[in-house]
């Protein structure tokens, strides 16, 4: 049982364009969500992470967008570059309790 | 180098052997972890230390087995390996437990 749906398993995007990935959640206990990068061959790498008493967070191009009464969560990505092609994760947690990981996103921009 | 670094990175192995797959951090991180990545599932926990000689079960623990003797060394070993065990497994650490993980690179295990 997923306790973090993320959406889509894909996603192709063209150079310049925006790259959204959605993440919903059930548990309203969580209190912490970051999202991960990760390129092939390598680990994931903290992106960015949001925590519910906001409800944007902007770093550069990367801004994650928080709705807790849809208990939905989403990671947008503006002009998007060939560099940024990578696999998304998104996660949550709350107190000291384990952190639970979407099921990823490959993105692919296309030059 | 600092950071986190994980052995072997690739292991082809035959069902029922026992395997061990080794993690060490160097920034003397209290919680360390250990994850396996499967298509379509993300990442899962396997299991958790929060210091040395404590460990505790995450979500997927069956068939594996885990020590912490030093802060920095974190082993998982596979008792007796089986397909469904292959995966690529990624250590973790981090300060507190919830706050930013640090990843290793990765194990790709191929059990056989």
């Known amino acids: 049982q997923q306790q973090v749906k993320q959406s889509p398993q894909s996603l192709i995007v063209q150079k310049g364009g925006i790259s959204i990935i959605n993440c919903a959640y059930e548990?309203?206990?969580?209190?912490?969500f970051p999202w991960y990068q990760q390129f092939p061959g390598k680990g994931p790498a903290l992106l960015i992470a949001?925590?519910?008493?906001?409800s944007e967070k902007k770093e550069g191009r990367f801004t994650i967008s928080f709705n807790k009464s849809a208990k939905q969560f989403s990671l947008h990505i503006m002009d998007s570059q060939p560099g940024d092609s990578a696999t998304y994760f998104c996660?949550?947690?709350?107190?000291?309790?384990?952190?639970?990981f979407g099921a990823g996103t490959r993105l692919t921009v296309k030059p | 180098d600092a950071g986190i670094t994980q052995s072997p990175r690739y292991k082809i192995t035959e069902t029922g052997r026992q395997v061990t797959l080794m993690c060490h951090q160097t920034?003397?991180?209290?919680?360390m972890f250990w994850y396996r990545q499967d298509l379509g599932h993300g990442l899962r926990l396997i299991y958790y230390?929060?210091?040395?000689?404590?460990?505790d079960k995450g979500e997927v623990p069956d068939g594996y087995v885990v020590s912490r003797s030093k802060t920095e060394n974190f082993p998982l070993t596979l008792e007796s390996a089986t397909r469904s065990q292959t995966s690529v497994y990624f250590c973790?650490?981090?300060?507190?437990?919830?706050?930013?993980?640090?990843f290793g690179p990765g194990t790709r295990l191929l059990v056989l």
């Open positions: 548990n309203t206990a969580f209190d912490y």
């Open positions: 949001i925590r519910p008493d906001v």
């Open positions: 973790a650490s981090s300060e507190r437990k919830k706050e930013t993980q640090y």
């Open positions: 920034w003397s991180h209290s919680y």
């Open positions: 230390s929060a210091a040395a000689d404590i460990t």
């Open positions: 996660a949550a947690t709350y107190n000291n309790n384990d952190m639970r």
